[in-house]
């Protein structure tokens, strides 16, 4: 939730690049500290670790936004030459696709080599490394700020304190006074849809109802419209965090339950999470080389899909994900019903790779929907904003880590209620109905993807080709 701070921060108060720097140093002290409190551990108060760890979710608050944003900022260094919209659109889609792709190999390499690290020659060096690591890129990143394009600064010509604060206020004044309404089918769709340009301050049109809720307030209406207008689909969003969030939880619980061994070698259950990287990584080259083309057979359109069609396809995999992951456990609870798990040899208990499908299908899902989120989020606010947009894609899984919390409180209240039964979600393996809990997880995501399609119907991407 913290990007969501920092990034009024950056787009309102500083720039992008101060803001990269500031929350970078924090990160590496944050870094620093863990590493000396585990050499010093053994004289530190076991309160004192989070000091470190809120330094460090401090600085990511205030990195992940700042430089994904400066990072696709720099491509609009070649925006005043001839060149069409859709080789710009494509520039940028591609620079989501490899960020993302950067992040799992890193991802990667931190749960399989820094795991090892830490779990065989201690945790000092295991910190120590990305510490280091961390720190190198900083000065790196340092050493060529005066190559960076900032863009921001070159728009920006008002008071910075004048624009997001002042949106956000304006939304919260209006929501207070029950003013806001969506508009009707009957108000004029060319108004409600986008231009086929990146939008901006002057050339936004939005619904007649907006208009005139707003006219009444000083602050320029476009900046709070965006907002208001990515709400929607924002929402919609949360139930695909929701499954995002499952294999290191209850798929993970999935996996302990079954045959997790090759011979006297054993596979921790969590390990399987790595499948979903390497999924990501391997598909993430094919994407426009056989996945664009295969789709433009189907759609008749150069570009392939659009952005919310991308997100809308990934939300479609990661319920198919969750349906496999509920016929699974079904079938595990069919064959644990025939006696006692003691009693059971490892031959007749099923084998953890039965899971392997559904991890596959989430990260397939991950290639679709995550970059697409990215995208438009970015694209869909104007140029001053566009720290506010990526964060705006980061809060949808930090919203729907606690929405995914809500859901198995609320879950194990109504199955469980005044202690009958075990519920849902039982510790005891044999009790638990692990399945029911992923076809209501299937139901929610199916409903909120029907809306999601609808509410797609009243946008139109920025770029028509926009993959």
């Known amino acids: 939730m913290l990007p969501l701070v920092s990034a009024i921060l950056a787009d309102s108060y500083w720039d992008r690049y101060s803001t990269i720097m500031a929350s970078s140093l924090l990160y590496v002290m944050g870094l620093v500290g863990l590493t000396l409190w585990a050499l010093l551990y053994a004289w530190m108060p076991a309160s004192s670790l989070f000091i470190p760890l809120y330094l460090i979710s401090i600085g990511q608050g205030g990195y992940n936004p700042s430089l994904q944003a400066f990072g696709a900022d720099q491509l609009e260094i070649e925006e005043n030459l001839p060149c069409s919209k859709e080789d710009k659109t494509n520039k940028k889609s591609l620079f989501f696709q490899w960020w993302y792709f950067g992040i799992c190999g890193g991802s990667l390499l931190g749960n399989s080599i820094m795991s090892y690290i830490q779990d065989t020659l201690g945790w000092v060096l295991g910190f120590a490394i990305p510490t280091g690591a961390m720190a190198i890129s900083v000065a790196c990143f340092l050493c060529g700020a005066r190559f960076y394009v900032h863009k921001q600064l070159q728009l920006d010509n008002r008071p910075k304190d004048n624009s997001i604060v002042q949106a956000l206020k304006a939304a919260a004044k209006n929501i207070m006074n029950r003013r806001l309404r969506l508009p009707s089918r009957d108000d004029d769709v060319a108004e409600l849809e986008l231009q086929e340009k990146p939008l901006r301050d002057d050339d936004f049109s939005c619904s007649k109802a907006l208009d005139a809720d707003f006219a009444t307030v000083d602050e ?9 207008r990515l709400l929607p689909i924002w929402t919609m969003l949360l139930m695909f965090a929701v499954i995002f969030q499952q294999p290191a939880t209850f798929f993970t619980a999935q996996g302990m339950m079954m045959k997790h061994s090759i011979g006297k070698f054993v596979i921790p259950p969590a390990m399987l999470q790595s499948s979903i990287t390497i999924s990501i990584i391997l598909l993430m080259p094919l994407y426009d080389k056989l996945i664009i083309p295969l789709l433009r057979v189907f759609t ?7 952005v919310l069609q991308r997100i809308g396809i990934g939300m479609c995999l990661s319920i198919v994900g969750v349906v496999v992951a509920a016929l699974v456990e079904s079938k595990r609870l069919g064959i644990m019903k025939e006696g006692p798990v003691e009693s059971q040899s490892l031959n007749t208990q099923l084998s953890i790779f039965w899971l392997l499908p559904q991890y596959i299908l989430l990260g397939i899902s991950d290639v679709f929907a995550v970059v697409g989120m990215q ?23 930090g919203v729907g880590s606690f929405l995914g919390a809500l859901l ?23 009790e638990s109905r692990l399945d029911n809990y992923y076809w209501f997880l299937a139901v929610l995501s199916s409903i909120s993807f029907l809306i999601f399609v609808i509410l797609s119907r009243c946008y139109q991407d920025s770029n028509a080709s926009a993959k």
């Open 220 to 228: 320029p209406p476009s900046v709070t419209k965006t907002i208001l």
């Open 300 to 306: 008749r359109d150069e570009s392939g899909i659009t």
């Open 375 to 397: 995208e438009f989020f970015y694209m869909q606010v104007p140029a001053t904003m566009r720290t506010i947009g990526i964060a705006l894609y980061l809060s949808v899984f």
């Open 408 to 430: 198995i409180s609320v879950v194990e209240l109504t199955t469980a209620a005044n202690g009958k039964n075990h519920g849902w979600l039982s510790d005891d393996i044999r």
